[in-house]
């Protein structure tokens, strides 16, 4: 899940990371056939800007099928991301990078369910799309907070158990 370090406002995004959001929200609202919508994908990223925005509405196609909780985007035109909204530029950000174990913990996520066909192979279309044009999408810093040791060595802490029946 995002941290607190994850850009809240499209102000703060890249150009590529701008782009998904826009795209996905297109889709997701139902305009993503939008010649403005096509012809941005086209002149961002080239021959493949068709088959990066075909991918991406896969990926927003079956999480409205297939995902088990509700996905909270904001309305097109905000300059507000939701929760949701930043872990999806997480999801695409992974698999630029081909972290694969980020994207498929990112994606378990969002879908409420296990990583399955066809999420991880759509966004790394979209992904290397956008990498091959020079869209970067930042994987965000998503750290633990540190841990002070003294909470682990303190007298009064009860520590849990599963008794075996």
């Known amino acids: ?15 590529g990371e701008h782009m998904l959001v826009w795209g996905f929200r297109a889709m997701a609202y139902g305009v993503g056939a939008c010649p403005l919508v096509q012809r941005q994908y086209e002149r961002a990223c080239g021959v493949v800007g068709a088959e990066a925005l075909n ?3 896969v990926f927003v196609r079956e999480l409205a ?4 909780r509700k996905v909270t985007l904001s309305v097109p035109g905000s300059f507000r991301l939701s929760r949701d909204e930043q872990l999806i530029v997480a999801i695409f950000a992974a698999a630029q990078m081909e972290d694969y174990p980020r994207l498929e913990a990112h994606l378990a996520w969002l879908l409420a369910d296990v990583c399955q ?10 992904a290397q799309a956008f ?3 020079g869209l970067v999408l930042r994987v ?8 002070a040791m003294a909470a682990y060595e303190a007298d009064d802490v ?3 158990f599963r008794r075996a029946i």
Not at 5 to 15: E, V, Y
Not at 117 to 123: I, V
Not at 140 to 147: E, G, I, S
């Open 140 to 147: 965000p810093d998503m750290a633990p907070p540190p841990v």
């Open 55 to 57: 991918a991406l509405e």
């Open 158 to 160: 009860v520590v849990p």
């Open 117 to 126: 066909p066809p999420f991880p192979a759509a966004a790394c279309l979209v």
């Open 65 to 68: 099928r297939r995902g088990k």
């Open 131 to 133: 990498a091959m044009n």
């Open 1 to 15: 899940m995002p941290c607190e370090t994850t850009p809240a406002h499209l102000r703060d995004l890249s150009q």
